[in-house]
């Protein structure tokens, strides 16, 4: 566990019902990194991080505290990726429960986790999703994914949300993220050689930028909002719009064809997410933020910005179904001709074997 402290804002009057005059930011990663420099810059308390909140004197740790925020979707990737996905889940329920008991004992008021709308599905043709918009199921073939573990960790805050006497709870579900160092498999769509696409099917691109969600958690720190609560940029950009910024070409697959193969290359190792995750990648989950637009939050940076920082953030890497090839492995695919994007990569390769017996 490593704490640092965060540069101050203004201080800030207290609630009766909360315990202290400072924000908490726990969690790792870019999304946490993020959110706290924002609070530290334009908040009203002053801001200490912790990686976790620690198993004994946990309530210690959050003395002094009047809200938490509980960063539960890092944006890394890598490391997400580096941990067996049973330990992975159980670690991360075991954090949420940690946190809230900790919360609980310390009389913080308030507890604001951020979570992701991914919790809310992507499907063909939906139309964007509400703060009240109902969860996936979680035996929808989310397996052992990023996904399934963001709706085990969501299950401990609304318990936590229904005790009485406990603090507030506000769980912010935001479209996909980019900033510096955030890593996802949505950032890691536009790491492959082509933009995979399914057939019949035109999604929008919804972005948010890490520093409009720390503004986004400040709104509900400052109105002591709870409950769900979706976020994402105003505008969108249409499948054509971000082919033509990214520079990238798409392959379009039928729908059978594409989580076919997803669910065989996951099986054998070769993809790190399970093919349920794909559709994050293929379908819509656009979000309309109402509960915060009516709160006064505004965000600052337009899809199209929060395109052109995460292609500037991609630049010079290889992915394919959302595994990070090295150079030579991409110019060997490259030679081959199967330049392609995520699960498309196995397809090509049928197809090309194909023409060279003929």
């Known amino acids: 566990m490593v704490q640092g402290e965060v540069r101050s804002g203004r201080s800030r009057a207290k609630t009766d019902d909360e315990g202290g005059h400072d924000v908490v930011v726990v969690g790792l990663g870019p999304v946490a990194a993020g959110v706290a420099a924002w609070l530290s810059e334009h908040g009203s308390d002053p801001v200490r991080m912790l990686d976790h909140v620690p198993s004994e004197a946990g309530a210690a740790a959050l003395a002094g505290t009047r809200a938490v925020v509980f960063v539960a979707h890092s944006g890394n990737l890598a490391e997400t990726l580096a941990v067996p996905a049973g330990r992975r889940r159980t670690d991360a329920v075991a ?10 004992t ?78 996802t498999l949505v950032t890691r769509h536009f790491e492959a050689p082509r933009l995979l696409t399914v057939r019949g099917t035109e999604r ?6 890490v520093d409009d969600l720390g503004a986004a958690v400040g709104v509900v720190l400052d109105h002591g909002l709870r409950g769900p609560l979706t ?10 719009e971000v082919e033509v910024a990214a520079g990238m070409r798409r392959i379009e697959l039928a729908a059978v064809t594409a989580f076919g193969t997803a669910e065989r290359l996951h099986r054998v190792g070769v993809l790190p997410a399970p093919a349920s995750e794909l559709a994050y990648t293929v379908y819509p989950w656009t979000v309309t933020s109402s509960a915060l637009l009516a709160a006064g939050w505004v965000p600052r940076w337009p899809a199209a910005a929060c395109l052109d920082v995460l292609l500037e953030g991609v630049q010079g890497r290889t992915a394919l179904g959302g595994r990070r090839v090295g150079a030579r492995d991409a110019a060997a695919l490259g030679a081959a001709g199967a330049a392609v994007a995520a699960i498309g990569t196995a397809a090509v390769w049928r197809q090309a074997r194909a023409r060279r017996r003929r």
């Not at 429960?97 to 609980?104: D, G, H, S, V, Y």
């Not at 929008?204 to 930028?209: N, R, T």
């Open 231 to 240: 976020v994402g940029s105003t505008d969108v950009l249409t499948a054509r």
């Open 204 to 209: 929008e691109w919804q972005l948010l930028h």
């Open 95 to 104: 954090d949420a429960e940690r946190l809230l008991a900790a919360a609980r």
């Open 106 to 183: 310390a009389r913080v008021g308030h507890v604001v986790a951020v979570s992701s709308a991914m919790v809310l599905g992507a499907r063909p043709g939906q139309g964007p999703l509400g703060d009240d918009a109902p969860l996936v199921d979680p035996v929808d073939g989310l397996g052992d994914g990023a996904v399934g573990d963001l709706l085990a960790v969501e299950a401990v805050l609304a318990r936590a949300a229904r005790r009485r006497g406990g603090p507030r709870v506000a769980v912010l579900r935001p479209a996909p993220l980019v900033g510096p160092g955030i890593d």
